[in-house]
T-cell receptor, first 116, second 113 residues
Framework: KAGVTQTPRYLIKTRGQQVTLSCSPI?????VSWYQQTPGQGLQFLFE???????NKGNFPGRFSGRQFSNSRSEMNVSTLELGDSALYLC???????????????FGAGSRLTVL | AQKVTQAQTEISVVEKEDVTLDCVYE???????LFWYKQPPSGELVFLIR??????QNEISGRYSWNFQKSTSSFNFTITASQVVDSAVYFC??????????FGAGTTVTVRA
């Protein structure tokens, strides 16, 4: 069974540009969450989607957005990139559809974004 | 607000030594869930264990064991007879009902041969 697949794995952008990251969850998983990991702030929750609807959102500016498609694949977008957006962006999917903090997340290997 | 504190930033041990990672959490919720994840150099977070706030039973899985003490808001993790393959960053995390996992800062474990 394929795991959570994130593309691209590495990318370099310059300030002011925008970026789109993609996440394919494990087949059958309908919930997808996104986390940002930086050395300074650690792992922080961005948002969670289920059946194409955003169910929860973290404390990030509006430049960070996401969506989920009918096949459960998800994308996140960051517009007007800033140096501080350099991070590892992790996507996770869950087989448990209930809106519950108990759900076990399966993470992808992440997309490492560098903003110059 | 949820908060998870992992006291140790880095731990270095020689193979076969035991390693205990401390995790202390803060929450006002009466129902919550605690997790431990492992992050090897490849980057993905690997799920190790989940506990709910009503289950204070300790758990052992192979060389891994967890001690949950609600009275002290702690959920500590011990690796017995460590191996080089255990080298990774370990994260403790807390989740209330709403799907937001709050992670600790992580503890980097280095096991030397």
């Amino acid at each position: 069974k394929a795991g959570v697949t994130q593309t691209p794995r590495y990318l370099i952008k310059t300030r002011g540009q925008q970026v789109t990251l993609s996440c394919s969850p494990i087949s059958g998983h309908r919930s997808v969450s996104w986390y940002q990991q930086t050395p300074g702030q650690g792992l922080q929750f961005l948002f969670e989607y289920f059946s194409e609807t955003q169910r929860n959102k973290g404390n990030f500016p509006g430049r960070f957005s996401g969506r989920q498609f009918s096949n459960s694949r998800s994308e996140m977008n960051v517009s007007t990139l800033e140096l501080g957006d350099s991070a590892l962006y992790l996507c996770a999917s869950s087989s448990e559809d209930s809106y519950s903090g108990a759900n076990v997340l399966t993470f992808g290997a992440g997309s490492r974004l560098t903003v110059l | 607000a949820q908060k998870v504190t992992q006291a140790q930033t880095e731990i270095s041990v020689v193979e076969k030594e035991d390693v205990t990672l401390d995790c202390v959490y803060e929450t006002r919720d009466t129902t919550y869930y605690l997790f431990w994840y492992k992050q090897p150099p490849s980057g993905e977070l690997v799920f190790l264990i989940r506990r709910n706030s009503f289950d204070e039973q300790n758990e052992i899985s192979g060389r891994y064991s967890w001690n949950f003490q609600k009275s002290t808001s702690s959920f500590n993790f011990t690796i017995t007879a460590s191996q080089v393959v255990d080298s990774a960053v370990y994260f403790c995390a807390l989740s209330p009902f709403d799907y937001k996992l709050s992670f600790g800062a992580g503890t980097t474990v280095t096991v030397r041969a």
